[in-house]
Every structure is written in C-alpha cells, then in structure tokens.
C-alpha cells in the first residue's frame, strides 16, 4: 500500500505547543499586533524547532498575491541538459506556463541541475510539478516535507510514494515502437533504458518481455547509468553488437543513449537502417538532429502539460478528488532510422 505523503505542520500545530492561540501565532510570526518579547521569541523557537513553513498559497489568496509553482525535471545533467534544455524539459515548460497563467499563477524553472546543486532551498513556492520522477527521488522527497502540493508528469517509480501524475503511457508506447520495428523485419530486437527506478522503464521492460515471448525472440535487456549520457549510449552500443553480433535492431528508451548508439554503430560499420534500425522515446531535438533522424514518438506534451497544471490548480485550492490523469496515446514519427523494407 502507498505511505502518505508528508503532513504540513500548520500554525494549529505551533499554537498547541507553544500554549498560545493560533491568533498569536499569526501575530507573533508576521510582525502584527502586540505581542511580549518573550511570547513571540518562544513561538518562533517552537515553529522552528516543528519544522513550521507558513502556508504562501493560504497567505496569497487573502492578500490577493500571485501563487507561484515550479516545474523540475529529475533526470541528472548529461540528459536533461544541453540539446535536452530545447526539448522535453521546454516542451512542457511552454505550455505549462501559458496554462498556469491563465489560472493565475506563476511558473518557475528550475533548470536541470548537476548533484552538488540544490536549487529548491532559492525558492519560495506554493506547488511544483516534477518530470519523472525516479524511485526515491531527492527532489520529490524535499517538496513533499515541505508540505507542498505536487504533480508528477510520468507516473513516479517505485510504489512506496502516494503521488498524483499524469500517465504517460510507457507501456502501448513501447508496443508501439516495437510492432513498427517488427513490420519493418526487425528479426532481433535490444532493449536500452536507464538503470534508475523509473515507471517509463520498467514498463518499456514489460512490454519489450511480452513481445520477446511473443515471436520467440531471445530477450537482450541493457540498463545504463543516465549520468554517462551520450558517451553511455556509444559504450553501450558497442557492447551489445559485440556480444550479440546478430541484432539487427535497438530500441533505446533515452534519447542522449540512441545518440551515441547511432555514433557507435556507424563507426562501427553497421549502416542505420540496413542493418542496424535504431528508435528512441521521445521525439525532441536530439532525435530529429542526429543522423540519420531517428525514429521516435510524439507524446503529445502540450497536452500532459495541460493535465498537470490543471490538477495542481485544483489540489492548491483544496480538490484533491482527482489523483490521476491520461495522456492522449503517443503517435509514430517515422524517420530513417527504421525505414527498411521488410525482409
């Protein structure tokens, strides 16, 4: 069963141990009213000590400010950074903050950052929507302590966090991308996705083993450390061509990986796709850009993006009826990396 998320310490919980009223509490925290030195000292002593965060989206809504939420990818760097930065990341970055502001709210980046970084503690937010989130994620946890209102795009990984998210559909996607192959002649099909603890994953996994069992096809499964990027992908490749020189075909989940793939592959001598096809996830710029084009799929973004602002609007003003969304099913975009003829 799901653990619930982090309780909000409220300023009930700091009255009750201070022994005072929530009245002066409010009063002894925000400067107002008249308060003893030494009643306000110990009740900021004891909000302290509780972990107390005043409630900014309470506060807006009676003064009539603006709420502000983020939007955090979890992927490390050397993926959801350079040619990245123009694709998933911005893709729904775009959207998300025409929707919120159409609903009154403003939307922060929070770029994607390397380990060392903590760009959260720079914030004062009332909400955030996180891409992807893996299994324990660091990014997650720290806005769920806060007490913060929080939608997931891509269901989280692991099962241990109670989360709302917008599906993405990793499992028909992956099905998709694989009867394209299979109708193209894929004869044996390699499995790459990365080695954290993602929903997008494991469900590719699941898919890929059904169809492996399927067309009794040996399954060949690769997890790869997101970090390596690029240079991971290129490793990658050169290992599984190695070990199994009769592939004539990769699926590889993350887009940094297919691209060093494709480089390893042709270096190699493997023309793409004559003997080798190549598809990847998602279709942003490192897919379109890298040659040959690579196959991929359009997940309707614009649409997911819209999804996750509008239940993140109605958890901040207290609906929290709606835990979950769908996104549209992904559809084909067909490039050379897969255009081979049937065997």
Do not use: W
């Amino acid at each position: 069963m799901a653990a619930p998320s982090a309780q909000r310490i409220t300023i009930a919980d700091v009255a009750r141990e201070a022994g005072v009223s929530r009245t002066t509490v409010s009063h002894a925290l925000n400067g107002r009213g008249q308060v003893d030195p030494a009643t306000r000292s110990k009740v900021e002593d004891v909000a302290r000590s509780l972990g107390y965060r005043p409630n900014r989206h309470a506060q807006r809504l009676r003064t009539g400010g603006t709420s502000m939420i983020a939007l955090l990818s979890s992927m490390p760097f050397t993926v959801s950074g350079g040619p990245s930065r123009l694709g998933f990341f911005m893709e729904v970055a775009s959207v998300a903050a025409t929707s919120a502001l159409e609903r009154g709210l403003v939307m922060a980046l929070v770029p994607p950052h390397r380990p060392d970084q903590n760009s959260l503690n720079l914030l004062d937010i009332d909400g955030a929507l996180v891409i992807e989130p893996q299994a324990g994620d660091p990014q997650l946890a720290a806005l769920l302590a806060q007490g913060l209102p929080v939608v997931s795009i891509g269901r989280p990984g692991g099962d241990t966090i109670d989360v709302p998210y917008v599906d993405l559909l990793s499992g028909p996607a992956t099905q998709m991308l694989l009867t394209h192959m299979l109708a193209q002649g894929a004869q044996r099909i390699a499995l790459v996705v990365g080695a954290s603890e993602r929903t997008s994953y494991s469900q590719a996994e699941q898919a890929y083993a059904a169809m492996a069992a399927g067309h009794g096809m040996q399954p060949v499964t690769l997890r790869l450390d997101e970090a390596l990027g690029e240079d991971g992908g290129y490793a990658a490749a050169r290992q599984l061509l190695t070990e199994h020189p009769e592939l004539d075909a990769m699926l590889v989940m993350v887009d940094a990986f297919a691209v060093g793939a494709a480089r390893y592959a042709q270096e190699a001598g493997r023309r793409i796709p004559e003997d080798l096809m190549l598809a990847t996830r998602y279709d942003g710029l490192r897919a379109r850009s890298c040659e040959p084009p690579l196959t991929a799929l359009d997940l309707h973004l614009e649409t997911v993006a819209q999804q996750a602002v509008d239940m993140l609007f109605e958890h901040l003003r207290g609906d929290l009826t709606r835990r979950t969304a769908s996104s549209p099913l992904p559809s084909l975009a067909l490039r050379r990396s897969t255009q081979r003829k049937p065997r």
